[in-house]
């Protein structure tokens, strides 16, 4: 059985010629020949053709019916590994790749040989080199920049993976021992190609050491940066918010440096909840690529432990001996393209003095509402669609009307992969504009729900989000005890303060809400909903104090017509006080616990 295999795949054509010897001979003059193009570009078989296609079978079944079946299988993996022919490039795209790794992901890597077969195949995919070692129990992967070693044993399991980078000695990697363990090789697949788009740079080799060793001179100075704006009791969620760098973490493996800058409120407190779940915030990646025009980049480090008399870092300058002119840059790059405005992407653009390519223009809401759905798929729902429907518990559902502004009075933005920039001092100045835009951005997409519809016709409090000047939006909407619109506008000054001013016409009632209660509760929740509920809750607390107060002052002048209305009120009253007594913000969902979260993030009373 798997003989016959190993002949097909020695011999392409021989799959082929024996259907053609069971299917009966077409003479030349047929019509069905002369119709068919097919037909006419196919070999045609005689009778002595078919007595040698047999001879040739009955040949090889007997030269491989002694063979073992290991030898069949080193066979195959031959025929897989060299395509006939050699005119095909090995790539995935070829055909017996494409099989072979399907059998590797059916296939559970057990047994060494097994797992030896799935690094070379992913070694083969992102175009390195495999070696096996000849106790064969190590497996290295290697590039002209770097190597990879695989130590197992005998029964596959995997003792130690180490990384090799020009210059240096092998380091052990904690995280892909733990991934080549966990079976999941396409992760371990991914830090490869990490590994490689490291030496994505132009040149020969010596070229490419001198980029890494750039990129080793930021990560030193931007370590050195963190430890000088860290103190001893300082938490993560302080470092994150407020730290000029953010919270750093290292390089390790293929895996590059990342700084995270902003927690959102209900991350915070599930970090205060639970300590040490380590709460995954926005961040960024510290890369280095290739550049079309060349910078001047440091091969060293060049913080001094000194700092200058704003409490920055001093730096050295860029001396011949500690820079090199590489058609390189430095890179902040993004898990996936980040919305900003136009006018956070001059600022950057003017600090760091390099443009920021590949950039185009849209409305800034709409970039909003597709970076909050987060699938691919809905890309079409979020950018033709403006109204969506947000549930809150103990509120009416809101509806919300995300204005998108017109080309002259609209905010514009544009979708950033990654910002270029070639001194390690730009990066604590792009990180606080980075939090100032994903503070601008959390509010609006506060507003943004996959709920399109209002399937079960519930009431309704409707609202408009419209872009104003800057970073500042309004948010209009009827005012609870009048009939004309109010209107709430709230200026983003940066990523830790907030001014919000509520607007109401004249003539209507003045709601029981100031400035400043709203702005405490929007920089308490980061949320649009959760503060136009705080709004709606205090009016209509307002409006039954007040009914309580008008049924009082009638029931002195007549007790006995007034006195079941009284009892109403007084019990009605009694419920929504006690209710305005909780916190104004509990939840964006109707779920207890979630509305028991809420609570402890929107603690404020007026």
């Not at 790539?91 to 790794?101: D, G, N």
């Not at 204005?403 to 990654?418: C, F, P, Q, R």
């Not at 109401?504 to 405490?520: A, E, G, M, S, Y």
Request: net charge negative.
């Amino acid at each position: 059985m798997g003989h016959s295999c190993c002949c097909c795949c020695k011999y392409p054509g021989a799959a082929r010629r024996q259907r053609l010897r069971t299917q009966p001979s077409k003479q030349p003059g047929d019509a069905e020949d002369a119709a068919s193009p097919q037909s006419q570009g196919e070999e045609r078989a005689d009778p002595v053709t078919l007595l040698s296609i047999n001879a040739l079978m009955d040949k090889l079944h007997l030269k491989y019916a002694q063979k073992p079946w290991i030898e069949t299988l080193k066979l195959v993996r031959l025929c897989m590994d060299k395509p006939p022919r050699g005119s095909i490039s090995v790539t995935s795209h070829h055909p017996l790749l494409s099989c072979l790794e399907k059998i590797q992901r059916t296939l559970n890597a057990k047994s060494l040989s097994t797992v030896m077969s799935r690094l070379e195949f992913l070694s083969k995919q992102r175009g390195l080199k495999s070696h096996i070692s000849p106790n064969g129990t190590a497996c290295y992967l290697t590039s002209d920049m770097f190597y990879v070693e695989v130590q197992l044993e005998k029964d596959g399991k995997v003792i130690d993976v180490k990384l090799a980078h020009p210059g240096e000695a092998p380091v052990v990697c904690d995280d892909l021992v733990q991934l080549l363990r966990m079976k999941n090789y396409d992760a371990f697949g991914k830090i490869l190609e990490g590994l490689l788009n490291l030496y994505q740079i132009p040149g020969n080799s010596d070229m490419k050491a001198k980029v890494y060793l750039a990129l080793q001179s930021l990560e030193k100075d931007l370590y050195s940066m963190s430890l000088l704006y860290r103190t001893q009791d300082v938490n993560r969620v302080t470092e994150v918010l407020h730290g000029k760098a953010g919270q750093l973490v290292q390089r390790t493996g293929g895996t590059p440096m990342n700084i995270e800058y902003y927690l959102s409120p209900y991350q915070v407190l599930e970090e205060e909840l639970n300590p040490g779940s380590q709460v995954c915030g926005t961040k960024v990646f510290v890369t280095v690529g290739s550049s079309n025009t060349t910078h001047k980049l440091p091969i060293s480090p060049l913080i001094v432990d000194s700092q200058a008399g704003d409490g920055n870092p001093a730096f050295l300058p860029l001396t011949d001996e500690l820079s090199m002119d590489l058609s390189a840059c430095f890179f902040l790059s993004f898990h996936r393209p980040f919305p900003m405005s136009s006018s956070s992407i001059q600022e950057i653009q003017k600090f760091t003095g390099i443009p920021i390519d590949g950039l185009k223009l849209a409305s800034l809401h709409a970039l909003i509402v597709q970076f909050t759905f987060n699938d691919e798929y809905k890309e079409d729902l979020a950018m033709n669609n403006s109204c969506f429907f947000v549930s809150l518990p103990d509120c009416p559902k809101h509806s919300y009307f995300i204005n998108k502004g017109t080309e002259k009075s609209g905010i514009t933005g544009a979708l950033v992969s990654k910002i270029p920039f070639t001194h390690p001092k730009c990066v604590p100045a792009i990180i606080e504009i980075l939090r100032h835009q994903v503070a601008y951005n959390t509010l609006i997409g506060s507003c943004v729900s996959e709920n399109t519809i209002n399937e079960d016709c519930s009431e309704l409090l409707y609202f408009e989000v419209s872009p104003q000047k800057g970073t500042s939006f309004s948010i209009s909407f009827q005012h609870p005890m009048g009939e004309s619109l109010a209107c709430v506008v709230a200026d983003v000054l940066s990523s830790r303060q907030i001014r919000c001013s509520l607007h109401t016409h004249p003539q209507d009632v003045t709601l029981n809400c100031c400035n400043d209660f709203i702005t405490r509760v929007m920089e308490r929740c980061m949320s649009v909903p959760l503060v136009m509920r705080a709004i709606f809750k205090n009016s209509v607390t307002m409006k039954v104090d007040g009914e309580i107060q008008n049924t009082e002052v009638t029931s002195e002048q007549n007790p006995e017509v007034t006195c079941k209305q009284t009892e109403s009120s007084n019990s009605t009253g009694a419920n929504i006080s006690g209710a305005s007594m909780q916190n104004s913000c509990d939840g964006m969902e109707a779920s207890s616990s979630t509305a028991s979260i809420d609570c402890e993030i929107c603690d404020v009373s007026v």
